[in-house]
C-alpha cells in the first residue's frame, strides 16, 4: 500500500520538471492525480495542452488514476475550475501542491511592468488562488461533520528566502510571500484539518537551467549509474511525505536539494538596541551595526 493510497491530489504546473516529478510519484504511492499545466514557456507565454495530458497519459499506462487539467492558475476562475475537477473526477480533494512557476529575469532599473506583473500572477496570485478554493471546500467540508486530513504543500525558493539573487526581484519577491503566506495559512486552516507547508527546492529544470549564473551548475554531467543530486525526482519524496497521513508537520519552509533537507527559519532578531526616552539620530547611528 502506497503511502498515499486513496488521495486525491491536485498538482500544479505539473508537465515538466519537478511538478512532473511530483504528479509521478503522487500516482505510484496510490493517489489519484489532477496535472494541472498551462503548457506555456519559460515566460508563461502560450498554452499547450500535451505536457499535462503527456503526464496523465504515462501514469495511466501504468494502471495509475490521472486527470488533465490545462487551466490558468494565475486566474481566480482557473484556480476555482481546477479545485472543482478534482471534486467532479475523484470524489474529494486531499492534498494540493503548488508549484507552477514561470522566469521573466531582469535587472530592477530596467524591468518592465508586466514582467513584475505576470511572475507575481503565476507564482503568489496563482499560489493563493488554488490555496483559497480548496481552502473553502475542506471548510466546507469540515463545518458538514467531514473533517478534513489535508495538506498543502507550496513551493517557495532559494532565491526569496536564503540567497538574494540580482536580477529576479519579482521572483525573489514573490517567493519569499509565499513563505509568508504558507505560515499565515498553516495557523488559519489548522482548524478545518489541514496542514500547509512549503518547500525551497533546488533541482535541473528549463527554469534553473535559464537563469544566469546556475545554468553551468546544473548543466554538468553526471556519471551514469552515480547519484544526480540536482535531479527533480529527488524534490518528490519530501512533498510525498508532507502530504501524507504520517506527517505530523505544519507551519515549516525545508530547503531541499538531493541528499540534504534543511528546515528554514525567518526573519529574526539579530540585534537589538534600545531607548529609555526619544530616540537621537546620532545615537542611532553611533549603534547601529
Known amino acids: 500500500m502506497g503511502a498515499l493510497e486513496g488521495k486525491v491530489a491536485v498538482i500544479t504546473g505539473a508537465g515538466r520538471g ?3 516529478e ?3 510519484l503522487f500516482a505510484r504511492e496510490g493517489a489519484a492525480v489532477v496535472v494541472n499545466d498551462l503548457g506555456g514557456d519559460n515566460t508563461g507565454t502560450g498554452a499547450d495542452t500535451g505536457p499535462a495530458q503527456e503526464v496523465v497519459d504515462e501514469i495511466t499506462a501504468a494502471g495509475g488514476r490521472a486527470v488533465a487539467d490545462t487551466g490558468d492558475i494565475a486566474t481566480w476562475e482557473g484556480a476555482k475550475n481546477l479545485v472543482d475537477l478534482a ?3 475523484f470524489g474529494r480533494l486531499d492534498v494540493v501542491v503548488n508549484n507552477a512557476g514561470i522566469l521573466r ?4 532599473a530596467g524591468l518592465e511592468e508586466s514582467q513584475w506583473d505576470a511572475v507575481i500572477a503565476v507564482h503568489l496570485k496563482g499560489h493563493f488562488n488554488v490555496l483559497r478554493h480548496a481552502a473553502s471546500y475542506w ?3 469540515a463545518k458538514a461533520g467531514n473533517r478534513p486530513n489535508a495538506a498543502v504543500v507550496n513551493t517557495a525558493s532559494a532565491s526569496g528566502v536564503t540567497v538574494p539573487n540580482a536580477g529576479q526581484a519579482n521572483y525573489g519577491a514573490a517567493k519569499a510571500a509565499i513563505a509568508a503566506l504558507t505560515l499565515v495559512a498553516a495557523d488559519e486552516l489548522e482548524r478545518y484539518g489541514v496542514r500547509v507547508n512549503a518547500i525551497a ?3 535541473r529544470t528549463r527554469l534553473t537551467l535559464a537563469t544566469p549564473g546556475m545554468g553551468a551548475i546544473f548543466a554538468a554531467e553526471v556519471p551514469e549509474g552515480e547519484f544526480d543530486a540536482f535531479s527533480p525526482a529527488n524534490i518528490s519524496p519530501l512533498v510525498a511525505y508532507l502530504a501524507g497521513d504520517k506527517c505530523a508537520i505544519t ?3 525545508f530547503a531541499v536539494q538531493g541528499g540534504a533537507i534543511s528546515e528554514l527559519a525567518g526573519w529574526h532578531d539579530v540585534k537589538t538596541i534600545e531607548t529609555e526616552g526619544p530616540w537621537l539620530i546620532d545615537d542611532i547611528a553611533a549603534r547601529l551595526p
Open 139 to 141: 471548510k466546507d467540508q
Open 105 to 108: 529575469d531582469g535587472f530592477i
Open 201 to 203: 527546492p533546488m533541482a
Open 18 to 20: 519537478i511538478g512532473r
Open 87 to 89: 471534486v467532479s473526477e
Open 251 to 253: 507551519g515549516k519552509v
Open 22 to 24: 511530483h504528479a509521478l
